[in-house]
């Protein structure tokens, strides 16, 4: 009885948290992938011939990008232009980024 009293009174704190949690807004963009957001959207959703980038594995997403840097990529476009210049470090943060989205 003592253990469903304490739950009682905790509900109201317990409540509030829980729903802010649910609504919680998503991360902002990281700078480095505003070149992205041009071309594949701020979620690495966008609709058309831009093949969506959004929960794809990191590591994928992190060797195309260092492919596309190298000038290796056959299918590149307007990427090896748009990648020359972020670091490394630029580029884990963009690939971790559109891999997190689900």
Known sequence: MRSLL???FLLPVI???MAL???RPAPPLPAAAAVCANCHGTD???QGAIPAIAGRPAALLLDRLQQFRA?????ATVMPRLIKGLTEDELTVVATY???IR
């Open 6 to 8: 304490s739950a009682l």
């Open 15 to 17: 409540m509030p948290a």
């Open 21 to 23: 949690a649910e609504t």
């Open 44 to 46: 690495g959703r966008q």
């Open 71 to 75: 000038d290796k990529a056959a299918d």
């Open 98 to 100: 559109f891999a997190a």
